[in-house]
T-cell receptor
Framework: EAQVTQNPRYLITVTGKKLTVTCSQNMNHEYMSWYRQDPGLGLRQIYYSMNVEVTDKGDVPEGYKVSRKEKRNFPLILESPSPNQTSLYFC??????????????FGPGTRLTVL | DQQVKQNSPSLSVQEGRISILNCDYTNSMFDYFLWYKKYPAEGPTFLISISSIKDKNEDGRFTVFLNKSAKHLSLHIVPSQPGDSAVYFCAALGYQGAQKLVFGQGTRLTINP
């Protein structure tokens, strides 16, 4: 089954404790992206990757890191989480087609709470 | 600076009637517009899109209309069904390329039996 998976689905942590949210897709997609969803703000892009070893900042990259060492995986790293990073996070992937649009497939989401 | 806006946080419609969800944007460089549907505890799923060179796109019960001069688009669902109850996000494909989606705040649609 074609899908984007995220782990964990739910996480409660404390300020300053490093964490990683994993994202994996099995569709051989070049493009992967992380979004956060907050009430009244919709989804905002954090980071994206157009292919292996190619990553760039989205609209709200502060406090986050990513890596793309393999095509299928795109982990989101919070080196020192803070309460303002409490949010619902989505990973998405798609084929890359310059000029778009290409349907982006979203993972089920990770609800993160930072105390 | 919200480039894509959905000014109605919620909408309630009777089953069988038409649902109209609205979206406004400020950036005239957007090339495509998309609607995503989201159920609780799931990720958004693609519903329908429209190119900026068109003014209408239809797919079954779903039709998207684009008014470029007003920088406004709308999603029509006819007839509305209980399974349509979800949060709907309007999104625009950013002119920066790289398939960056710029999302609106979302509208929660409730279809009443």
């Amino acid at each position: 089954e074609a899908q984007v998976t995220q782990n964990p689905r739910y996480l409660i942590t404390v300020t300053g404790k490093k964490l990683t949210v994993t994202c994996s897709q099995n569709m051989n997609h070049e493009y992967m992206s992380w979004y956060r969803q907050d009430p009244g703000l919709g989804l905002r892009q954090i980071y994206y990757s157009m292919n292996v070893e190619v990553t760039d900042k989205g609209d709200v990259p502060e406090g986050y890191k990513v890596s793309r060492k393999e095509k299928r995986n795109f982990p989101l790293i919070l080196e020192s989480p803070s309460p303002n990073q409490t949010s619902l996070y989505f990973c998405a992937s798609s084929f890359y087609l310059a000029g778009g649009p290409v349907e982006q497939f979203f993972g089920p989401g990770t609800r993160l709470t930072v105390l | 600076d919200q480039q894509v806006k959905q000014n109605s946080p919620s909408l309630s419609v009777q089953e069988g009637r038409i649902s109209i969800l609205n979206c406004d944007y400020t950036n005239s460089m957007f090339d495509y517009f998309l609607w995503y549907k989201k159920y609780p505890a799931e990720g958004p799923t693609f519903l329908i899109s429209i190119s900026s060179i068109k003014d209408k796109n239809e797919d079954g019960r779903f039709t998207v209309f684009l008014n470029k001069s007003a920088k406004h688009l709308s999603l029509h669902i006819v007839p509305s069904q209980p399974g349509d109850s979800a949060v709907y996000f309007c999104a625009a494909l950013g002119y920066q390329g790289a398939q960056k989606l710029v999302f609106g705040q979302g509208t929660r649609l409730t279809i009443n039996p």
